[in-house]
């Protein structure tokens, strides 16, 4: 990717881990639905290695993590979607700097999606429960588009809904995810160090800046 890109026109910005650190809704809501199961819990270390690629991808990798049969995905999935509308956003915390990070983006009048593999309605809930939905002209979640991160469709798409080009449209995030996605659909992207990469350091992943906040934001 270019080191000088096009100014921008528009922005995309991931939800957990570069807004809200909802790590502990994650794993407050499956190890409920594990209980419920008569299974063991799991490790908020394995949760954080372990988000970020959907919520079916999660839960089938949680069932494995603890040696449940595969058949339990389905139940395991509908006690997961009850859990989650119920704890949404109770063990979350916005990241220092979100929102002073999204007032300076707001400022610049242009237009601003919210794209996440989390479900469309998990993640409208949360963004109205820490006061964020304001920000945004557009929400899309995992289930709005056949395909997830880190596949281009969703940012190709939301650049569609905001009218924006691609070379144009900053996707701000904070995993590899939201880099190959963003690199494959050809938009510039900015990653937040405090969000969840697999374990993995950020800072090994190509990107136009590597942030330790979102209010530090550089602007050409």
């Known amino acids: 990717m270019s080191s000088h890109p096009l100014p921008p026109q ?54 494995a993590e603890v040696g449940a049969a595969p058949a339990l995905y389905e139940q395991a999935w509908a006690r997961y979607q009850h859990h989650y ?47 964020l939905a304001g920000y945004f002209d557009q929400v899309f979640g995992g289930d709005d588009f056949a395909r997830k991160k880190p596949d281009p469709l969703p940012l190709l798409k939301t650049c569609e809904a905001l009218g924006t080009p691609p070379g144009a449209t900053w996707m701000i995030g904070d995993s590899s995810n939201d880099a190959q996605a963003a690199h494959a659909a050809g938009c510039p992207v900015v990653l937040l160090r405090h969000g969840y990469n697999h374990g993995e350091p950020i800072d090994a992943v190509p990107a136009l800046q590597h942030l330790d906040r979102l209010d530090l934001l550089q602007l050409p």
């Open 10 to 63: 528009a922005f995309i910005v991931d939800l957990d881990g570069t807004l809200v650190d909802t790590l502990g809704d994650f794993v407050a809501v499956l190890n409920e639905v594990l209980a419920e199961l008569a299974l063991p819990a799991v490790a908020r270390d394995f949760v954080e290695r372990t988000v970020g690629r959907g919520s079916e991808h999660l839960i089938r990798s949680t069932l």
């Open 85 to 131: 509308e119920r704890l949404n956003g109770q063990f979350s915390d916005l990241f220092p700097g979100t929102r002073e990070g999204l007032e300076r983006l707001r400022a610049l009048g242009l237009p601003m999606a919210c794209l996440t593999n989390k479900p469309a309605a998990f993640a409208r809930g949360l963004l109205a429960s820490k006061d």
